[in-house]
């Protein structure tokens, strides 16, 4: 029976030659997120040439059954974080970051450095995806920076930590829906809308999808490519007329599975960084 006061993470250090195997494999066997770190509170001392994975299960059992799957392969173990202590233990290795043209994001604890034309985001994840630090959430960031004009609706699926709802709202779209099916993500995506003091403008909530009604200007979907592919016509079908699609979760190598998915939509757009890409799609208009 897992222990609800400890979080469980499995860390898998790897040569980055491996990396890409490695995440998938995370993915598939029902990882809810992944960090990819070079030193960090869960895994601290690295052998030169090494990068770890953490991924995040959603039970002990979940967590050991991974493990069991990879051992043989890989150098991998359960580390567990105590629920208390996750609001210190998860700050470390978190720091501020240019991201785009205009965005400046950091953690609460770490003072904002902003220069003219700085539009600052102040994220703090606790347990939820979405620091920044990932290169998937990066690309979607540098995507809104370029394309958030002013007076969208917004439609973050699988918000996490709510970062990039918020990025939209505070680069002058006028409203956001964040889901997510973790509820605890939606209470932190809550709490950094207040931070950032756009809590009036955005709703978070853990409703399906398939409840929403309405069209968004921009619907941002950062998950992953197994969890994308059986979702186009759900996705699709929030999308305002005239609006956007963006995906991230994309490994490189998944990219051409990814958009025969979501055809007949055109793509628009794609951002790489390192074996990451983010994916604009447009609608094909009748």
Known sequence: M????RHPFVTVRVRPEQLELAQLRLWELGANGLEERDETTLARELAPGQVVVIAAFPDEAAAQHALNEIHEDYEAEIIYVRT???A???RRGFSAQRIGQRLLLHPSWEPARSEPGDVVLTIDPENAFGSGDHETTRLVLQML???VAGGERVLDVG???????????RLGAASALAVDVDEDAVVVARRNA???GVAARIETSACPLEDIDG??????ANIETRVLIHMPNQLQ?????GGILVLSGILRAEREELLAAYAPMRLEECLEEGEWCACLLRPVEP
Not at 159 to 169: M, N, P, Q, R
Not at 237 to 241: K, L, V
């Open 159 to 169: 918000c996490g930590s709510g970062v990039l709802s918020i990025a939209a709202l």
């Open 84 to 86: 208390k202590d996750w």
């Open 194 to 196: 207040g931070i950032n």
């Open 2 to 5: 897992s222990d609800p006061l």
């Open 237 to 241: 079908a929030r999308i305002a007329p």
């Open 145 to 147: 920076d370029e394309r």
């Open 88 to 90: 210190t233990e998860w």
């Open 215 to 220: 069209g968004y200007d921009i619907v941002l």
